[in-house]
């Protein structure tokens, strides 16, 4: 598919990155013991403005924060770029609030919804760029980037699908597997990305650390990461 998003009607497909308000909300708990909490929350900020400098860059789509705590509205406002849209997470679960999230976006008139996780630094923005058109073109109805780890970095839809996202066994290994059956079951056309990796352990860690040794990455978290191995701070 090319790089460029052209939908056929209504607005660009919107894309939002899910995002855990760094100092408002424990973040990276697994990376914890190796960082220490303050550590973890640093790092996940880079993260999550890498991010969003990525996807500012993206031509042809509407981008957005889609932050929980709800509460924590006034600081998302002081770290995102001005041309993003801050929508709060609401729901019980991350699938109510995955479902939620593009349900609005797309009640919104968009060609398309698309969540994205912040903690996939390296993610190459093609891959977002290919899912944006091929909901917008009506190549498929849902579109799935699969993890690693047996979970996924972005789910979009071109209709809001609540039954997607119902009785997902969250942060465990059987997330893709279960939400790939479940479109088959719901007879939707299935779109599916390029595997890539999120960052949650140490080792994650470490094997990020190994890949932006040989070919870089997005400027903070290449600069936190150096840093972090020059000083051998990891314990």
Do not use: N
């Not at 600081?75 to 929508?87: N, Y």
Request: one cysteine or more; charged letters at 25%.
């Amino acid at each position: 598919m090319r790089g460029d998003v052209e939908p056929l009607a209504g607005r660009p497909p919107a894309v939002a990155v899910m995002a855990k308000v760094p100092g408002v909300t424990p973040v990276k708990s697994r990376l914890h013991p190796a960082l220490t909490a303050a550590r973890a929350t640093d790092l996940y900020r880079c993260f999550l403005l890498d991010r969003l400098d990525a996807l500012a860059s993206l031509p042809g789509i509407v981008p957005i924060v889609a932050f929980t705590p709800a509460e924590a509205a006034d600081t998302v406002a002081t770290l995102v770029p001005r041309e993003f849209r801050c929508v709060a997470q609401r729901g019980d679960d991350l699938g109510e609030r995955l479902a939620t999230v593009l349900a609005t976006l797309l009640a919104d008139g968009h060609g398309g919804a698309i969540a994205i996780d912040s903690d996939s630094p390296t993610l190459p923005m093609r891959y977002v760029a290919e899912a944006a058109l091929a909901l917008s073109s009506d190549v498929a109805d849902v579109v799935v980037g699969p993890c690693d780890d047996g979970g996924y970095y972005l789910i979009g839809v071109r209709c809001p699908q609540p039954a997607l996202f119902d009785g997902i066994p969250w942060s465990t290994e059987h997330v893709l597997g279960m939400t790939l059956a479940r479109a088959r079951d719901l007879g939707l056309r299935t779109h599916v990305l390029p595997a890539w990796f999120d960052v949650d352990t140490e080792s994650d860690l470490r094997r990020l650390h190994e890949e932006m040794r040989a070919g870089g990455g997005p400027a903070r978290t290449l600069a936190f990461v150096r840093d972090l191995y020059a000083r051998d701070a990891l314990r």
